[in-house]
């Protein structure tokens, strides 16, 4: 990965906006910048005891990351194979008051200066910038969400092969999938088959709704039984070297009613229709509305209970978002999910859910996996 690049890019945006200095969090934002690994095994946002002073500073000449002391050992194995750019400083774990921190921050020269920040700075972080150090802190979260929606060569190679790992696995699922087992035990194995083929983690945990009651995703189908008549909504990913996939289909255990199977082409027309939107210059906006108004003028507007879809890269939802209100513009290099869905009460989800690509025309769906219909 090209770092330079990206702190060149970061460095002439501070420059327009006149700050000393840009401070990221332990996620995946300074793994963008300085590729540097994030900090335990989640991928998204993990918080690590003592390390609410974990940070990346980013001025015109340096590039300091500031962490607990017990961490460099584990970032260090891993570095082996990497250039950074960054210069590390380590504070004591029972530095609870940031004593290190505040004194690293006075010799960068931070004392009463603009500094920008990301949105996921902790408070503990912000106050000893605003009382200590007296800066002028701002919110700057725009500056690196902007380039990491854009994907370079590189990172669309590791989505991509990403996303060949979430291929197989679905085809083996078909597989594996029978009545009388329990929702769980398939969860299981769609993680023992990320292991299998050298996915380095779950890009979130792997959930398949089924039998819910309520419209709520985050209800856990996992002591469900799989019975004739099941609905599976399946949503699962990968994390391939940093990298997230996001991926969803419908499995029906049995012949579906008329009715979900009419459902079913719905939600693939709704992604039809969204992804037709999805261009260089077009928005979010406009693909979320195009989506839902199959759905809306079919009658199930009210069973669509989420946004289209979000960006996705090193973080499993970045923005731009597929939502009312999100006008930025596509650009190509951008990837998305597209993930349309009805809910049926009492059944679960019928939904699809692809990463699409923005190229210099229109969109591509990275998957190879059809949207036919799928009955086991």
């Keep these: 990965m090209n770092y330079e690049r990206r702190l060149d890019s970061l460095r002439l945006e501070m420059s327009r906006r006149g700050l000393r200095a840009y401070i990221t969090t ?20 993990h918080r690590q005891h003592s390390s609410q002073y974990t940070c990346l500073v980013v001025t015109a000449d340096d590039v300091v990351a500031l962490l607990p002391h017990l961490n460099i050992y584990g970032i260090r194995d891993k570095l082996l194979d990497r250039k950074v750019p960054a210069r590390f400083v380590t504070f004591p774990d029972g530095d609870l008051e940031g004593r290190v921190i505040k004194d690293s921050l006075f010799s960068l020269g931070l004392c009463g200066k603009k500094v920008g920040v990301s949105q996921d700075v902790t408070a503990a972080l912000l106050l000893l910038l605003q009382n200590e150090i007296k800066a002028e802190v701002s919110d700057h979260n725009d500056i690196i969400f902007a380039l990491r929606a854009v994907k370079d060569d590189e990172e669309l190679s590791m989505i991509r092969r990403g996303v060949e790992i979430t291929d197989r696995i679905y085809e083996d699922l078909l597989r594996f999938i029978r009545p009388g087992q329990i929702v769980r035990e398939i969860e299981g194995e769609i993680d023992r088959l990320m292991e299998h083929y050298g996915a380095g983690n779950s890009s979130f945990s792997t959930s398949i709704y089924a039998g819910n009651t309520r419209p709520d995703v985050y209800f856990s189908s996992s002591n469900v039984e799989v019975k ?7 949503d699962y990913g990968v994390l391939y070297q940093g990298y997230c996939t996001d991926f969803g289909r419908t499995v029906f255990v049995g012949e579906p009613t008329a009715e979900e199977r009419k459902i079913h082409e719905l939600v693939m027309e709704a992604q039809r229709r969204g992804m037709a939107e999805m261009y260089p210059g077009s928005c979010g906006e406009r693909a979320d509305a195009a989506a839902r108004k199959v759905l809306t003028d079919a009658g199930y507007g009210d069973r669509f209970i989420h946004k289209l879809g979000h960006g996705i890269g090193l973080d499993v939802h970045e923005c731009p978002f597929l939502a009312p209100g999100e006008t930025t513009p596509f650009r190509q290099g951008m990837v998305f999910t597209v993930e349309p869905s009805v809910f049926i009460p009492g059944k679960g989800f019928i939904r699809v859910e692809d990463e699409v690509l923005i190229t210099s025309s229109g969109c591509e769906i990275m998957s190879r996996i059809s949207h036919n219909l799928t009955v086991v």
């Design 228 to 234: 004739k008549g099941s609905i599976l909504g399946l």
């Design 26 to 45: 332990a996620d995946a934002n300074w793994e963008y910048l300085a590729g540097i690994p994030r900090l335990g095994g989640d991928t998204t946002k």
